[in-house]
DNA sequence: ACCTGAACACCGTTCAAGT
DNA sequence: ACCTGAACACCGTTCAAGT
């Protein structure tokens, strides 16, 4: 139900739609995650109500704000998915999702309570549909435990966008943690 | 401030203190990090600016809550100093960890917001005094990477805490990730 | 000194009334 | 259909008044 705009929408709809938006990816950028609804419908020109209708819960309207963000992501898979080697491509993915993280604040919270709820969710399917391929992939090709799950690998990437969130020097720390776990994710040579 | 009752308290003060400090361990076991607090001032029959009197942030409560674990986690580290193996003291001091953030709800929660505050804090303190300690043990020993430091060891194994708080097969997730992490802990024998 | 309930502020959610 | 502001509920924080 975050999806595209259905069907047939009026055109003050679609314009408050749009502004919402707007006013959410300021607000998240400036604020956190947490920044109050009514301050995002007050930016945005619109009654609070008129937020709730288009979003029914934050995490609708935090999907929405970063979906552009995500279908790059999931763009950035398909492509990775030709790469030459699977552990090369699994890595880079790894990389730029938390990257994106980071960047957009808001995001890893945001992918971080879509992987755990049990709610539809397009954002979690999206995000699980790419990493469950580069991740098989580089399973069959040895190159990553077997014994690893999407689900455990997303949590752990999230969990370093997140524990890295507010540090100072994010990026340095985001690439020395990274480093760590996808050491740990690699499979002995020795089986 | 989180300190022991200072010096010379009232004894409907003391009563009060212990009082909201059960009612609070109950609360946050039940309903998280995030339980009302004044569902906690109600539960311990106390006025709810009672509660602000003695524990002037969630943050303060959170930790004297958790006090009894932290100082467990403390003295465990302690005796562990003296194990043979400083890799293995090590890894079982982080499980130690991980299972205390998973047993008590909020622990988590607690010890991730300690690390990142920039304020007074006891648990912080104590936490990094006893990470530092058996860290700086193992990579003298040369089993863990010289470039890990305990504030990105923490934050690490306290978002598997964090990731896993709400995982239904919890125990198991929890032994799986932390493997993943120790491996990537460990120094590789090729220096 | 310490306690208390009430007041205040803030924010999410719902609803009756408008167009 | 969609929008709106106001109402309501909830919770954290502060304060004036009590003992």
Known sequence: MTRPPAR?????????YERILTAARAAFAE???QAPLDDIAQRAGVG???LYRHFP???ALLEAVH????EALCRQAKELLAAPSPSEALMS??????????????LAASLMAAIGTQEESWCRDAVFAS?????????QAGAVRPDVTVRQLLKLV?????ATETEPDRDEQVGRLLDLLLDGLRATSTS
């Open 8 to 16: 047939p929408m009026r055109a003050d709809a679609v314009r408050n």
């Open 31 to 33: 604020q956190g995650s």
């Open 48 to 50: 609070n109500a008129t």
């Open 131 to 139: 990493a469950s391929a580069l991740l098989a992939r580089a399973q």
């Open 67 to 70: 979906r552009d963000h995500i």
């Open 93 to 106: 993915w790894l990389k730029a999702v938390v990257a994106q993280g980071s960047t957009a604040r808001g």
């Open 57 to 59: 819960t934050r995490q």
């Open 158 to 162: 999230n969990a370093i966008a997140l």
